[in-house]
């Protein structure tokens, strides 16, 4: 429930914040709270601390800190930001309570602000098979999205805010200059950045970004885009376009729901993926690409033997269909499976066995529902839709994945690691033949995990956000 970023409150009394709502009383305090919990966390997290959405225990309201502003943006919504609307879910009353809870919670935070996040460098931390501890490698960086590596053991670190950063033995570069203009509204920004499979030979690089337009009436527009360069000198160069869609796909600038992820098969083969951008039906129509995980050769070009490329209308690139919001794609190094994590509404976060023209149900089936609490659908399965590896639900706000192929944890060989934002977590899952037969949540409460990464030292890395760092995990005998 983005009420965008709060401004600074000051403090009132309990008498006072009564006198504010008229009947006030025990009562409807506790179904404030009850509203929130029910409506809002999943976006803005615990406490109001933030989560898909941002926290509302800042200093700054992107959208007005007033009263009347902030009861506007609970009625009514804003769908360029993901927000949806209450108005027609919760009474007057209930939309004033609510507002009085939030600024009950500001003021709580600004006399007793929330420990720092858990574990430090220092913590040793125990798991079934191995322990770690828990190294930061830099924090001079802003909402890392995506990490992955060059061959020299350099590690890549896409930021939201459009900045691509080279990290090598303790180093971290400026940011490289020439990198596309990236839009940067909301979930919108710079996603991924994958090096080519012969990167050693051709030195080509590849980037998920989010791409902005201006429309002849003005109106800016943004869609998910890939294009690959090289890196000369610490600047972008060479760059040539992989796949971009027609100015009529793209959906208004910031907005939500991108997709992001690009990963190689072992063949050469380049898989991506566009979310359904909030517009759900179209997850579902072959002639458009979002909502969709595609396959292009490495210079953009279309396989002949892509599912929907004889179709009449359909996008060519298209691989399979129906999903929601794929933030995670990897490939299984056993058998070169395609696995994908994918965010669901309210509920329903999923792990997808992804093969080519399947359909995976968005938002036909779905375990979730609306974040205002109202039913999608009654739909769990449909004959020709193909069911989820797993789902969480409630949403665990899954992200990035990588299998992990290294020797550092030997227990953990081929296991998939797991990102997830809203819980906080790196999680371990093990797959057999296709299904999912346990999972460990190793690493709790260090920040919202958003990718992962094996290092050529055989080290777990991950991207947090809040705070912003790119940490390792370190075995120790």
């Given at each position: 429930m983005p009420l965008t970023r709060p401004a600074i409150i000051t403090p009132l009394s309990t008498l006072l914040i009564a006198t504010l709502f008229t009947g006030c009383s025990e009562g409807s305090a506790r179904k404030a709270e009850q509203n929130y919990l029910q409506f809002c966390v999943s976006c803005h997290g615990k406490n109001l601390s933030g989560g898909i959405?941002?926290?509302?225990?800042?200093?700054?309201?992107?959208?007005?800190?007033?009263?009347?502003?902030?009861?506007?943006?609970?009625?009514?919504?804003?769908?360029?930001?993901?927000?949806?609307?209450?108005?027609?879910?919760?009474?007057d009353a209930e939309v004033r309570a609510l507002v009085v809870?939030?600024?009950?919670?500001?003021?709580?935070?600004?006399?007793?602000?929330?420990?720092?996040?858990?574990?430090?460098?220092?913590?040793?931390?125990?798991?079934?098979?191995?322990?770690f501890r828990v190294e930061t490698v830099t924090t001079d960086v802003n909402t890392p999205w995506g990490i992955n590596w060059l061959p020299d053991g350099t590690l890549m670190i896409a930021e939201k805010s459009g900045n691509l950063r080279l990290w090598r033995d303790d180093s971290l570069s400026d940011p490289i200059d020439g990198i596309p203009n990236v839009d940067t509204l909301s979930q919108a920004g710079l996603f991924d950045a994958v090096a080519h499979p012969n990167y050693s030979e051709n030195g080509w690089i590849y980037l998920s970004f989010a791409d902005i337009q201006t429309k002849l009436t003005g109106s800016r527009l943004s869609l998910t885009k890939i294009v690959r360069g090289r890196i000369a000198n610490g600047t972008w160069i060479d760059e040539e376009t992989i796949y971009e869609g027609p100015i009529e796909h793209y959906g208004k600038a910031g907005g939500f729901h991108f997709g992001s992820r690009i990963v190689f098969d072992r063949e050469g083969y380049?898989?991506?993926?566009?979310?359904?951008?909030?517009?759900?039906?179209?997850?579902?129509?072959?002639?458009?690409?979002?909502?969709?995980v595609h396959r292009v050769f490495d210079d953009g070009r279309i396989p002949p033997d892509n599912p929907f490329v004889n179709q009449a209308g359909a996008v060519p690139s298209i691989w399979s269909y129906g999903h929601r919001n794929p933030q995670g794609l990897d490939f299984d190094p056993r058998d070169d499976s395609l696995w994908s994590t994918e965010h669901g509404p309210r509920g329903g976060d999923e792990l997808n066995l992804v093969r080519p023209a399947l359909n995976y149900g968005w938002p036909v089936i779905t375990y979730g529902m609306n974040y205002n609490g109202t039913p999608i659908t009654?739909?769990?399965?449909?004959?020709?839709?193909?069911?989820?590896?797993?789902?969480?639900?409630?949403?665990?706000?899954?992200?990035?994945?990588?299998?992990?192929?290294?020797?550092?944890?030997?227990?953990?060989?081929?296991?998939?690691?797991?990102?997830?934002?809203?819980?906080?977590?790196?999680?371990?899952?093990?797959?057999?033949?296709?299904?999912?037969?346990?999972?460990?949540?190793?690493?709790?409460d260090i920040g919202r995990c958003r990718d992962v990464s094996t290092g050529p030292d055989g080290l777990i890395y991950i991207a947090v956000n809040g705070p912003d760092k790119i940490v390792r995990l370190v075995p120790i005998d």
């Open positions: 959405a941002p926290s509302m225990l800042d200093d700054d309201w992107a959208h007005g800190g007033t009263d009347a502003e902030i009861t506007q943006q609970i009625v009514a919504g804003n769908p360029t930001v993901g927000m949806p609307a209450f108005g027609e879910v919760l009474s809870y939030i600024r009950e919670q500001r003021s709580q935070h600004r006399t007793n602000p929330p420990p720092a996040p858990k574990p430090d460098d220092e913590e040793i931390v125990v798991t079934a098979d191995h322990r380049l898989f991506f993926s566009i979310g359904d951008r909030g517009a759900q039906q179209q997850s579902q129509d072959l002639s458009l690409p979002n909502g969709k009654s739909e769990t399965a449909r004959d020709g839709m193909e069911q989820p590896i797993v789902h969480w639900t409630p949403s665990i706000a899954v992200c990035g994945i990588a299998f992990y192929g290294a020797d550092k944890f030997a227990a953990w060989e081929n296991n998939l690691l797991v990102t997830a934002l809203a819980d906080r977590h790196l999680r371990r899952v093990v797959i057999e033949d296709g299904a999912v037969t346990q999972q460990e949540i190793i690493l709790q």
